[in-house]
């Protein structure tokens, strides 16, 4: 062969498809015209005779860009389960904006704005963490997108303890070394704050079944990842010890070091409350609860503890600690400032801190919203 026809023989294109069971063909295919993030899987606009519809949970048609379930139309459709009735009730529905039937693929996916349909992952892929509906698919595309990230699984873990938490496990792109601490910094950038990973874990390899597809089951426990040791540090004095403790019991994360971050390790409002009831058990010190945006770290919290006299019966309380600032935006952009709700805490307001990025956001606190 000359140089071109080696060129040829080497070269290939990926040609992302779908084509379930109950429609019994590939109904979509699609080259793509031009590079993709590598987080992106488009499926195109459809092959002769097939639609592929995203349609939101009143089986309307999804919006630009809404997340939805791909519902599937093709001349070849199956008739149903062999055998069972109700899975094909499940699977098989009326065509809500035409006639026929569709088939339920159980995936995600979203229109683009040129019309295309681009795969968002599986649908029993989500997960509800703390009245929060999350799609994990989409927290494994935050980390696919990280440029040290070569391929990342997401689950949601629950101990007989602990609340529901997010894992994510990544694996590094060739001999680059992943630090978890790291990439947390970089989600925090990408993610609303109730979708943060509680924990992240470096592996060699994601696990595959014999098939290919992800075994889950092979996953490692979270605990049982390696410390960060290079960047760890662990607890010097007796506050600083008990307070790990406190946050190693609430956040089921362990150990737990100095520059570890409440809300990077999983922490949210609710937990936060029970944090500084725990607190003012412990150390005797009654702390406004926003005190935990300005001293999100172990070591800092354990300073401000140390600094801090035993409670009185009747504490002296700083008026200036009630208004919180949640995030320092750039001078130029409006400013936030917002009133508690009705638990009388500003904690949730930190989840907008990924939607207004520039902007600072302010929040009122009410008095003694520790419980």
């Not at 109950?22 to 109904?27: L, R």
């Not at 995203?54 to 519902?71: D, P, T």
């Not at 055998?83 to 995936?107: C, E, M």
Request: glycine content about 8%.
């Amino acid at each position: 062969y000359g140089a071109s026809e080696t060129q040829r023989a080497v070269s290939y294109h990926e040609v992302p498809n779908i084509g379930p069971n109950g429609a019994t063909d590939h109904a979509h295919s699609e080259r793509p015209a031009q590079a993709q993030p590598k987080s992106q899987i488009c499926l195109g606009a459809g092959m002769p005779g097939a639609q592929l519809l995203v349609l939101n949970a009143q089986q309307q048609s999804a919006g630009i860009g809404e997340l939805g379930e791909l519902y599937m139309h093709s001349p070849h459709m199956a008739l149903g389960y062999w055998r069972d009735a109700a899975l094909t009730a499940q699977k098989f529905i009326p065509n809500p904006p035409g006639s026929g039937t569709l088939y339920r693929t159980g995936d995600l996916g979203r229109y683009l704005a040129d019309g295309q349909v681009e795969f968002a992952g599986r649908g029993d892929q989500q997960v509800n963490v703390r009245g929060y509906r999350i799609e994990l698919a989409e927290i494994e595309a935050a980390l696919m997108a990280l440029p040290d990230v070569s391929s990342a699984v997401v689950v949601a873990t629950q101990k007989e303890t602990a609340a529901q938490q997010i894992v994510g496990y990544c694996v590094a792109c060739g001999a680059r070394a992943l630090e978890p601490r790291r990439i947390r910094d970089q989600l925090a950038d990408k993610l609303p704050t109730h979708m943060m990973p509680a924990q992240i874990m470096v592996l060699p390899e994601i696990p595959l079944t014999p098939n290919g597809k992800i075994d889950y089951a092979a996953l490692p426990a979270p605990n049982a990842a390696a410390v960060d040791s290079e960047r760890h540090r662990p607890p010097r004095d007796a506050v600083e010890q008990q307070l790990a403790q406190m946050w190693q019991q609430l956040l089921s994360v362990d150990p737990v070091g100095l520059d570890d971050n409440f809300f990077r390790l999983g922490g949210h409002s609710i937990l936060a409350v029970q944090l500084f009831s725990q607190m003012r058990k412990e150390f005797g010190v009654d702390l406004n609860i926003g005190l935990l945006f300005r001293y999100p770290t172990l070591a800092e919290l354990a300073a401000v503890i140390k600094e801090t006299p035993v409670a009185s019966a009747a504490p002296v309380v700083n008026d200036a600690e009630n208004l919180v600032c949640i995030q320092r935006g750039h001078a130029q952009q409006p400013a936030f400032f917002c009133v508690h709700g009705a638990g009388g805490h500003v904690m949730f307001m930190q989840e907008w801190k990924a939607y207004f990025a520039d902007w600072s956001i302010w929040g009122f606190e009410s008095l003694h919203v520790d419980g």
